[in-house]
């Protein structure tokens, strides 16, 4: 073989090698599922069934937002302004009179310049509808139709949830989330971690009204601490982080509770919204970027699997060592 036949194959084999580069990072690029039929009726029934119950109300929902609407607030002003009531509401107890002066000096603008006890009264009266709209499965208008092109469902299939699993959520919040994948998927166990007491007792309500009783449904609200999940032992299969990473005031120390509450070779899912994916100047201002992310597990018990990015957030799929 000459010299100028071996430059070529060099040329060749490093071409391949650079293709087939290109193509482990795009394996680890986390696949996305198409939308089951499935899934969309479980969560139609649900829905379905909040409507029911609140119908009377329903038509006084749809005016506020037409209210807002009218008034020039956009979409995104009026979800954060209504889950930070439903919130201190639902969860805290504040009253109007405190709810308005926090709004007035936090988030002021149109929506807290109008707020009145009859908008108060008509957002308690729909938590359930209104957390399903905040997680982005209900269209934020009325009638609340299933949004089918929501991050929630495109996210699903990186999960690979299977029947049996045993799951935990770490900062689940309202409880939405665990609600939702429960729903879907009735055979795993989940366990339901908030650091909040009050969101505790917010979850426990939300899952008993929306599947029954907890301890034959497989579910387990637990309250977690700062430096711990308070599930090590447990032998979970996968544990969902979603906005929560950025909040640990320990992280080496609460990665290492939530390892040992993982099998060995269990999966960690970390979801954060990433400031530079941020188009609205509407993210946390404690959110991190995509390296510091990348960062934090660097050194760690996890070994990073896939990634893939849905409008300003990440999924991280990683594994433990």
Known sequence: ?????????????????????????????????????????????????????????????????????????????????????????????WSFRLIK??????????????????????????????????????EWKYPFAI??????????????ISGGERIGEIGSGTGVFSLMLKLLYPDITLHVNELDRD?????????????GDLENSGVETIKGRRESTNLEGYELDKIILRNT??????????????????????ELFVWESIVELDIDDNICKHALTREAIKDIFEDSAFELLGERDFEESVLFKLRRK
């Open 101 to 138: 002066k926090k709004a007035l000096l936090h988030q002021p603008g149109i929506i807290a310049d109008s707020f009145s006890e009859a908008d108060l009264r008509i957002i308690e009266a729909h938590p359930d509808l209104l957390d399903m709209v905040f997680l982005g499965v209900l």
């Open 245 to 266: 990473l950025h909040h640990f005031g320990d992280q080496d120390e609460m990665l290492e509770s939530i390892k040992r509450s993982l099998k060995p070779g269990g």
């Open 1 to 93: 073989m000459n010299r100028t036949e071996s430059r070529g194959l060099f040329r060749i084999a490093l071409v391949l090698l650079l293709v087939a580069g290109i193509r482990l990072q795009v394996c680890a690029q986390l696949e996305e599922v198409e939308i089951s039929p499935d899934w969309v009726m479980k969560l139609s029934n649900y829905r379905n069934a909040l409507l029911n119950d609140e119908v009377a109300s329903l038509d006084e929902l749809g005016g506020l937002l037409s209210k807002w609407d009218a008034l020039g607030a956009n979409k995104q002003e009026q979800i954060d302004f209504t889950y930070n009531v439903l919130k201190v509401r639902a969860v805290d107890g």
């Open 199 to 211: 969101f505790v007792k917010y979850i426990t309500l939300k899952f008993e009204n929306g599947i």
């Open 147 to 160: 949004d089918r092109e929501a991050a929630f469902f495109r996210a699903l299939g990186a999960y690979e």
